[in-house]
């Protein structure tokens, strides 16, 4: 299968450019999640085409962050520009959130707490039917506030469910606030590895080490697998970095401009 | 109706190997067979509906059929949102079993009484209802409609020992049953209450008041055009459920006759309130809200 390198300044570009052309927020998101979705689309997901049954599946449980994957789907050639360019128009199949409308999605989400089991579902799904296919949830970390999200930890590790594969995108960041200040998840990797899978740390923006952790999972025996992507909210632009606005604002000419200069590139 | 429900899935699922069972810690004495004959078509969740639904969402996207089950309240308002965004949204086959109509759960309290299941269901245009009377409409209904396309939701009654006389197990889809046929009064019922609406019509009868009665398991698609053309022939319509008496068959019917512009009058018997401080068993209950056939007889006396 041929695999399409989607690089993490490309994206970049593109959430910078539709955020500020569809005049929208939700950005400091977009950008924790880069070089995880860059990883995923270009080195793990085993996705022939979007409507291959036999496909691994990806569940963007964090469905805020959608543009980063509207931008992924452009990258590997399965939205024309022109698509692209109706994100949060009126009548786009490209919202906010994801929608399984849109192929290439393959559950709607964005009310937080669903999206790990459907996931979970799936991989149940791929047992039963014998099929080598591997399920990838990622979800935020705030995210991990949903009582729901810790019934599917249980039941994913009851039933030993090694090709179920979570990622937490540990961007530090929640609606109203710093985590640690809202909600604290702290020892976030213990309680995972409490609850009985396989857990690992790392930098959520090393690509090689992404890439590393992910494919050395055992996905055929075993617990289920999650992998706490420490990130930063609204990587890679210096005004946006750790700034809880980001959650909502949409960029000035003067804010987008920068942000450009501050990825290396030119407006 | 519980037993009648695994006895169909059981035969259901010889015959088709898309069929999942999950429940979330519920149906002792229910499902043993199915778990002797199926160990690895069962899942028990334990006690997590949402986690169930949610699940059930991820197991039809790659095909299978997966039942949800639990007493009504926890399989349809504890998942609620995961049954909106879920199988709705999605339009999987997802069915969500629900036990326990109105006070069938009786001394067990207000969490275990199914009071507004069809009334939180029906607000939802994308998933099917059906409601069925006593045990033989159950093995006919689910037998029609296990594998239709997008979620059902199956509303069943605790008692298996129920049957409606003259009923016949008649089930179709958008359709609703006459029991019994008389020009006094038009009732419309659901569920296993409809075995004292057919006591009640019987007894009017007898005293030379005769009324027909209409059965509707199926909720939605409901038998709209149907309600409409039997309501014409009546001036008086009395709905009957063990079941608020908004949101469920009393608004489906009321609605009919005023978008009909039907000049009948509506009377909702059913349940008109969760009662605190108190308790009893199902029979304490019914008699409360006026939903045996004695009290029916009189409210239709009273009306008429």
């Not at chain 1, 590790?157 to 985590?179: P, W, Y």
Request: proline letters at 4%.
């Amino acid at each position: 299968m041929k695999q399409t390198t989607i690089l993490p300044g490309q994206l970049r570009r593109h959430i910078l450019d539709q955020s500020k052309r569809a005049n929208v927020g939700h950005i400091g998101s977009a950008l924790s999640i880069v070089e995880i979705i860059s990883v995923l689309y270009s080195r793990i997901l085993r996705i022939p085409n979007p409507k291959d049954l036999t496909r691994d599946r990806f569940i963007l449980s964090k469905g805020h962050a959608a543009l980063t994957q509207y931008s992924a789907f452009y990258l590997m050639g399965w939205l024309s520009q022109e698509t692209l360019n109706t994100y949060c128009g009126n009548g786009t199949l490209l919202g906010v959130h994801p929608d399984n409308a849109l192929e290439g999605v393959d559950f709607s989400t964005g009310s937080l707490g669903h999206g790990l089991a459907y996931g979970a579902g799936s991989a149940l799904a791929a047992r039963l039917e014998n099929s080598p296919r591997n399920v990838y949830v990622l979800i935020s970390d705030a995210e991990c506030n949903e009582g729901s999200l810790w019934e599917t930890v249980m039941f994913a590790a009851h039933h030993q469910l090694s090709n179920l594969i979570a990622i937490v995108d540990e961007n530090k960041q929640q609606a109203l606030g710093r985590t640690k200040d809202i909600l604290s998840l702290h020892p976030l990797a213990d309680r995972w590895r409490a609850f009985g899978w396989d857990t690992v740390e790392a930098d959520g923006h090393d690509t090689v080490e992404l890439t590393r952790i992910i494919t050395a999972f055992d996905k055929s025996s075993g617990p289920p697998h999650v992998l706490i992507a420490h990130t930063t909210f609204g990587k890679g632009v210096s005004f946006m970095e750790g700034r809880l606005e980001w959650h909502y604002l949409p960029m000035s000419d003067d804010q987008h401009r920068q942000a450009l200069e501050d990825l290396g590139e030119g407006p | 109706m519980r037993k009648a429900f695994a006895r169909t899935l059981l035969g259901l699922a010889a015959k088709d190997d898309r069929i999942l069972l999950l429940t979330a810690d519920l149906g002792f004495m229910v499902w043993e067979a199915f778990v002797e004959k199926y160990p690895k078509r069962f899942f028990n969740v334990g006690v997590a509906e949402q986690n169930m639904i949610a699940l059930a969402t991820g197991l039809a996207e790659s095909g299978f059929f997966p039942f949800t089950y639990s007493i009504a309240t926890f399989a349809a308002l504890r998942p609620y949102e995961f049954i909106r965004n879920g199988p709705i949204h999605h339009h999987l086959p997802v069915r969500v079993v629900g036990v326990g109509q109105g006070h069938e759960y009786g001394n067990a309290g207000p969490t275990h009484h199914g009071l507004e299941d069809v009334g939180v269901m029906r607000v939802q245009p994308g998933i099917t209802i059906i409601a069925p009377a006593d045990a033989e409409q159950v093995c006919t209904a689910v037998n029609a409609t296990y594998d239709m396309p997008g979620p059902i939701y199956y509303r069943l009654g605790k008692n298996d020992s129920i049957a409606v006389p003259g009923l016949n197990g008649r089930f179709t889809l958008a359709r609703a049953e006459v029991l019994r046929e008389g020009d006094a009064l038009l009732w419309v019922t659901m569920g296993s209450v409809t075995v004292e609406v057919a006591k009640a019509a019987d007894l009017l009868a007898r005293n030379g008041i005769p009324s027909t009665v209409l059965v509707v398991a199926s909720l939605n698609p409901g038998p709209e055009a149907e309600l409409a053309d039997f309501a014409k022939r009546f001036p008086l319509v009395i709905t009957v459920e063990a079941h608020y008496t908004v949101g469920g068959l009393g608004s489906l019917v009321s609605e009919v006759v005023a978008e009909n512009g039907i000049g009948c009058r509506v009377i909702r018997r059913g349940i008109s309130s969760m009662l605190s401080g108190v308790s009893g068993d199902q029979n304490y209950y019914d008699s409360l809200f006026g939903l045996t056939a004695q009290s029916l007889v009189e409210l239709a006396n009273q009306e008429l």
